[in-house]
């Protein structure tokens, strides 16, 4: 075993070589294109170099603009600034005099519909270029360039309407218009009166009704009464089932598996939100570069609505790197290849390899390492069935044990329906272990059990619902006879406040239970818990909170449990702060006692990307042990839960 305080003098040594060597290779890396590379950017963020690109402009003509936005109040002057292309392009040249007009043109009708969605109907937009209304200008005018052409843009906001009479037309008879937001005496933007109309259709599609459309949409403005009135109209047409699915576009992929993947040839009641999953359902295959389903413009003789399918298939085969970081633990580098239609019905193979510890400790026995392949089939036996294989093999050595182990493990996950999840399957282990009950080994066979039930908006950011999971684990130690099982649950939850959910509050709370064995010797170092790391009690090295025996060694527990809570706040489109606080306890009996609960706290930073906020959290233990680590910081992918 290793001593714990010792690892810990090594980790405060140590903490800053993995940043280093990262940067180093950077740099050492960074001469062999800096040829052909004037700037370096990651997600976006420029690292060094010219952020800026030149784009040669033919006869390029400068201007200077005034922007006259009369009695705006500050929201509504802000967003006709954003608006204007002038002033937010004013030091970019336009090609040549006409090109000023265009731009003049152009921001006129972005204006007026800014004014209208603010309700300002009686709005007006004048601009004048070197002091002539652009209406009044020749086709091609010709400018006096000695100095930049001066623009100018005089906005009267006009008064805010309001809603006068409401009134549906059709299929729309007997809604009510309040349901749309649209309330007489109420707001009158015109964004709001567009989306009152398109969810009209949607209501009526949502009934069965694929050729659903708006008919009429009319808008009387009254500049007396300052009020708008509205007339909308829709024909529903009749209720129709799912009728012959095509595919198109398909060249590897089995076009009946899609067919039946898409489970839309099963002439259901015709649904957007069916479509819409069917959409995300192919799309999550991985085998496709884009999926469209394109429904009829008519039904066909039966009453049904056919559908088509279009595809385009994206590469199959691919390899890539990925990489963590956490200054208690180390550098993690993953390498992986795969492919993603092995026998032609979205069959994946992937091949996996990860060394962890790096930069953590210079002894090369002391990393962790591990392998595996994994083979995966969608719509096994049935469409709502997912059989996994996975083989691994695996080298741990934290602070508590090390352990080498090969597992192979196959199971089936069967969708209950679009949020529940049941998986079942079985496992056989064996593991040799070294920890604080000495060396052994274990054979072991199980067979484990989930479920889970997903209600999250947003599988990467989360911002509404809640994730919960439960699993069961029955096994049975071949060389000792030893039967024992572990039991678990978690759940999640998400709560959105403010515009655009600026604010959300996230907390996660878990627990564990080992039953059966006589001992914990007899239950491997593996199958045991512990508690601390990125995934769990932040500030803690991984797997560093657990019983200790009189040796001060770690033993495991029997039981656990976990809870965390998150401010995750916007500053920015893309820049997060997450303040947050973790706190965990493991005991060696069936139930926790609570007699050691150990507490992490620090704020974290995220920045969004289209696959995932990147995350960096810095958190220190509120009860340090003696020697155990001063504070982590953690770098990954995705928020924390």
């Not at 933007?189 to 008919?215: F, M, N």
């Not at 054979?443 to 950011?461: C, I, Q, W, Y």
Request: net charge negative; hydrophobic share 35%.
């Amino acid at each position: 075993m290793r001593n714990r305080s010792t690892g810990r003098e090594k980790d405060r040594k140590l903490r800053g070589a993995g940043i280093v060597a990262m940067l180093v290779a950077a740099f050492l890396f960074a001469p062999p294109l800096a040829n052909d590379a004037y700037a370096f950017k990651i997600f976006g963020i420029t690292l060094f170099g010219d952020d800026e690109e030149t784009v040669e402009v033919i006869d390029p003509v400068r201007y200077d603009v005034t922007l006259e936005t009369g009695d705006a109040d500050k929201d509504l002057k802000e967003r006709l600034e954003n608006a204007a292309s002038l002033v937010t392009d004013e030091k970019l040249p336009v090609s040549g005099d006409l090109g000023v007009i265009i731009k003049a043109r152009e921001d006129r009708d972005r204006l007026i519909a800014v004014l209208y969605e603010e309700a300002r109907y009686g709005g007006t937009v004048h601009i004048s270029v070197n002091g002539t209304d652009i209406d009044s200008l020749p086709p091609n005018p010709t400018f006096n360039h000695a100095a930049p052409v001066p623009v100018t843009v005089r906005i009267a906001p006009g008064p805010v309407f309001k809603l006068g009479s409401v009134r549906f037309e059709g299929d729309a008879v007997g809604r009510d218009p309040a349901k749309y937001d649209l309330v007489p005496g109420g707001k009158a933007g015109s964004r709001l009166i567009l989306k009152a109309g398109e969810q009209l259709l949607v209501d009526l599609k949502d009934e069965g009704r694929p050729l659903a459309k708006l008919t009429e949409r009319q808008v009387t403005a009254d500049h007396r009464t300052n009020t708008i009135d509205v007339v909308l109209g829709a024909a529903g047409g009749p209720m129709a089932p799912f009728g012959a699915v095509a595919v198109k576009g398909s060249r590897t992929v089995d076009a009946a598996f899609i067919s039946r993947y898409s489970r839309l040839d099963r002439g259901g009641r015709y649904s957007p939100e069916q479509l819409k999953k069917a959409n995300d359902r192919l799309r999550e295959l991985g085998v496709f570069s884009s999926v469209t389903i394109r429904e009829a413009d008519r039904l066909a003789p039966n009453g049904s609505l056919p559908l088509t399918i279009e595809v385009s298939e994206g590469k199959h085969r691919y390899f890539g790197f990925g990489a963590e970081y956490s200054s208690i633990d180390g550098i993690g580098l993953e390498g992986y290849w795969g492919h993603r239609n092995l026998f032609g019905e979205a069959e994946s193979l992937r091949i996996e390899g990860k060394v962890s510890g790096i930069g953590a400790t210079t002894d090369l026995g002391t990393y962790d390492y591990s392998a595996g392949i994994i083979f995966t089939k969608p719509g096994a036996f049935v469409p709502e069935a997912t059989f996994e294989s996975r083989l691994e093999a695996k080298s741990e050595t934290p602070d508590a044990y090390e352990a080498q182990s090969i597992t192979y493990s196959a199971s089936i996950a069967y969708e209950l329906n679009d949020r529940d999840k049941l998986t079942a399957g079985g496992e056989i282990a064996w593991i040799n272990t070294d920890d604080a009950f000495g060396k052994n080994q274990y054979l072991t066979v199980s067979l484990p059990l989930g479920f889970e039930r997903d209600a999250r908006d947003n599988k990467l950011d989360p911002t509404e619902g809640y994730h919960a999971t439960l699993a069961a684990k029955p096994s049975y130690e071949l060389l000792d006879g030893t039967v024992f099982s572990s039991f678990e649950g978690s759940i999640s939850g998400y709560l959105g406040f403010g515009e655009e959910n600026g604010i959300v509050l996230a907390g996660r709370l878990a627990a564990g239970t080992l039953v059966g064995a006589d001992d914990l010797e007899s239950i491997p170092a593996t199958r045991r818990f512990f508690a601390g790391g990125g995934g769990s009690v932040r500030g803690y090295a991984y797997r560093e909170i657990s019983p200790y025996n009189s040796a001060d060694e770690p033993t495991g527990g029997r039981s656990y449990t976990l809870g965390s809570f998150e401010v995750r706040v916007k500053v920015s489109e893309s820049i997060g702060i997450v303040p947050f606080i973790d706190v965990g306890t493991v005991s060696t009996g069936i139930m926790p006692d609570f007699s050691d609960i150990r507490a992490g706290a620090g704020i974290g930073v995220r920045y969004a990307t289209p696959f995932g906020p990147l995350r960096l959290d810095v958190a220190i233990p509120l009860q340090r042990y003696d020697g155990g680590s001063q504070y982590g910081i953690y770098a990954g992918i995705g928020q924390a839960f």
